[in-house]
C-alpha cells in the first residue's frame, strides 16, 4: 500500500540530476526534461503551454519574480533560488541558472531557458530567512515595499551587490 505523501514535505533532489524547462518570451512552458515532470509530479502534456508559475510556491515573494523578470527580458542572464511547489503540494528548493534565448536572425528575444540544481541546507536557510521577511513586507505594504527592503539589505551586504548577482554570492560562499 503507497502511503499518502504529506503536503508541506520538502522533495530531496538528486545533486547529480538537473530540472531543464524552456518557455517562449511569455513564461508558457514549451520544454521540460524528464527530471522536471519526475520532481513536479506533472506530466508532459500539464506543463507544455501553461505559465511557468504552475509550480510557483506561496512562499515566493512576488518581488523576486519581478526582478527577475525585469534582468531576463533585458536579455541578461540571472541566477536565483527558488522555492517551488509540486503538483501533490510537496516543495523543492533549486538554484536556477536562467538563461534568454534569442533569434538568431533579428537578435530578439524568443524565449528562456533554465537549469535548476540542487542547493545546501545554508543556502536555503539563509534566502528562506530573506523570503519571508520578504513576504511579510510584501503583505502589509505591496512589491514596492519589498523591493525597498531588498535593496536596502543588499546595500547592507556591500555597496556593489545587486539582486543580479546576490543568489550567484550566497550560492558560492554558502
Sequence with gaps: MIKPTPIDEEIILDPKRYIVSETDEKGKITYCNDYFMEVSGYSREELIGKPHSIVRHP????????LLWETISQGKNINAVVKNLA???RYYWIFTEFESRRDTD???IIGYHASRKTISKYVIEVIADLYSELLKVEKSSGVEASEKYLNAFLKEEG????FANIMEEIHRFY
Design 59 to 66: 512562499d515566493m515573494p512576488k518581488v523576486v519574480f519581478k
Design 159 to 162: 555597496d556593489d551587490i545587486e
Design 106 to 108: 533579428t537578435g530578439e
Design 87 to 89: 503538483k501533490d503540494g
